[in-house]
Structure formats: C-alpha cells, structure tokens
Nanobody, 119 residues
Framework: QVQLVESGGGLVQAGGSLRLSCAASGSTFSFNAIGWYRQAPGKQRELVAGISTGGSTNYADSVKGRFIISSDNAKNTVYLHMNSLKPEDTAVYYC?????????????WGQGTQVTVSS
C-alpha cells in the first residue's frame, strides 16, 4: 500500500516562503513521476509542479520562477520550495505519485496540506 504524507503547510505573508514535503512509503524510484497539485475553494485541482524518475521537471506557468520541485531519493521525499508567495497561491496542496502508464496507470494521493498566503 502506497502512502504519501505531506507536511510543511501553514500561514505566511505575501512575499514569504514555505517548503512542502511529501514522504513516500516506498522508494521514489518506484514511481514514474511525483507531483504537487493544489485546489483553491471553488476551483478545480491543478498541477503545480512535477518531477519524473529521471529528474525532469515541469511547472505551471503561474509558479515558474518562484517554485522549485526537488527530490531526495535517499529519504523517499519530494519537496516543493515555494518562494515569493502570493495570496492567489492559497490552496490545499496535494502530493501525487504515479505508477505505470496508459491503462496500467495508478495515481496515489496524500491527504493534503493547507497553504494560506495573507496580503
């Protein structure tokens, strides 16, 4: 059973920084990719950033240049470093891990961590 545990959310002023952590129960190498999604009230869940097993990364346009995703495979943990935070970054942030592709794809989700950015 795959478990993803997020931590690091909280309340921060605009312009501040936070680091989110996603600890996986298994090796991060066992996943095709791990990413961070967020969902604000009344909005759809959206991809914020992702990192593949090979280390390739991708970001939503709204966070490019401000957020960095990284992984520590020795600790089976993926991080989201969030800088220059804006009130519109306020959301529940979810860690997502993917195994397999196509019909064999399986997604795993963490419980979410709240990030609130005050103006």
């Amino acid at each position: 059973q795959v478990q993803l545990v997020e931590s690091g959310g909280g309340l921060v002023q605009a312009g501040g920084s936070l680091r989110l952590s996603c600890a996986a129960s298994g090796s991060t190498f066992s996943f095709n990719a791990i990413g961070w999604y967020r969902q604000a009230p009344g909005k759809q869940r959206e991809l914020v950033a992702g990192i593949s097993t090979g280390g390739s990364t991708n970001y939503a346009d709204s966070v490019k240049g401000r957020f960095i995703i990284s992984s520590d495979n020795a600790k089976n943990t993926v991080y989201l470093h969030m800088n220059s935070l804006k009130p519109e970054d306020t959301a529940v942030y979810y860690c997502n891990a993917v195994k397999g592709t196509g019909w064999g794809r399986r997604d795993y989700w963490g419980q979410g961590t709240q990030v609130t950015v005050s103006s």
